[in-house]
């Protein structure tokens, strides 16, 4: 059987991401600096390490069956794949951004200026829905020196974690699209089994990272409270404790209301609470 190929980034915010993604779903294999491709030593996949705006359409043209992209990317070359499961890093927007000492404060002074871009078609569908005519200026890459080089008097970028704008002497002035990594698929490859037996191992990564396991001790009259309040992946294991009349109960919570679920099962009597991080949630 010909091995699956996956596509991610080869260097860039969604490259460290990515492979520790795929480390941790538990695929073995070596990167050194500058591999175009690496077997997986324990699956039937190789990884290619390629440019991120261009693998959607590798992946559309059936050249990678799976990639690891920017959503905003997707949305960008309307490409046509099958979007297979968010990964919940590679967070950032893509901003309209101007020179620091410009005179251009808001996205309406933009009338009759220029804006330089990889993103050309949300560039210009973001000035077109508020009625700003600038013209957009496509380049394939760092459009963040071409302010400087007066080739434009803006840009539209990606923006992680502002470093990229602020070395350059740039500020943004309103966000066009927020955006994250997404694994995408060649269409119909989702019905091989190989890919489903990855996206299981995937899920349960990104399963176990959105959540912790809990331990705490209640007493047992006051059970029925926490179990309302920590119902778990099925519902709580609780064991009896040494002491008369006192149990642990074993959960797991969710990270996103963790704190307000911690001050709620304390409210409720729980003590001694310890909380771990978990590998994956097998369902
Ligand atoms: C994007 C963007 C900036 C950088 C911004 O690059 O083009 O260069 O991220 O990040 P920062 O706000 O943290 O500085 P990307 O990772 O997509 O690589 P590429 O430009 O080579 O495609
Ligand atoms: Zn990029």
New binding site residues.
């Given amino acids: 059987m010909k091995p699956l190929r996956i596509a991610i ?1 080869k ?4 490259f460290e991401p990515s492979v520790e993604l795929l480390r941790s779903a538990g695929l073995e294999f070596e990167w050194y600096k500058n591999s175009l491709i690496s077997p997986c030593r324990n699956f039937p996949m190789e990884i290619y390490f390629l ?3 261009d693998i959607p359409e590798y992946v559309q043209d059936g050249i990678a069956d799976l990639g690891v992209c ?1 959503d905003n990317i997707i949305a960008e070359k309307q490409v046509d794949v099958t979007p297979l499961q968010k990964l919940g890093y590679g967070k ?1 927007r893509l901003t309209l951004a101007v020179p620091n000492d410009g005179p251009i404060q808001t996205a309406t002074q933009l009338n009759g200026k220029t804006v330089a871009t ?1 993103y050309p078609n949300l560039t210009e569908r973001f000035l077109r829905e508020r009625g700003i005519a600038a013209s957009v200026v496509t380049i394939s ?4 020196i071409s302010p400087a080089l007066g080739l434009s008097d803006a840009i539209c ?9 602020k070395s350059n002497g740039l500020r943004p002035i309103v966000d066009v699209m927020s955006s994250e990594a997404i694994l995408i698929g060649h269409n119909g490859i989702s019905q091989l089994p190989v890919v489903d037996e990855l996206l299981l191992r995937i899920r349960s990564v990104l399963r176990a990272q959105g959540h912790k396991y809990v331990v705490l001790n209640i007493e047992r009259s006051r059970l029925e409270r926490i179990v309302q309040l920590l119902p778990g992946v099925k519902s709580p294991t609780v064991v009896p404790l040494a002491e008369e009349g006192w149990v642990a109960v074993h959960t797991v919570i969710s990270e996103s209301d963790f704190w307000e679920r911690i001050a709620q099962v304390k409210q409720a009597g729980a003590q001694g609470i310890v909380v771990m991080n978990m590998e994956k949630i097998i369902l």
């Fill in positions: 980034q260097s860039g915010r969604l440019r991120d705006d920017g950032c990889t890459g760092s459009a963040e970028d990606l923006v992680s974690t502002g470093s990229t704008l």
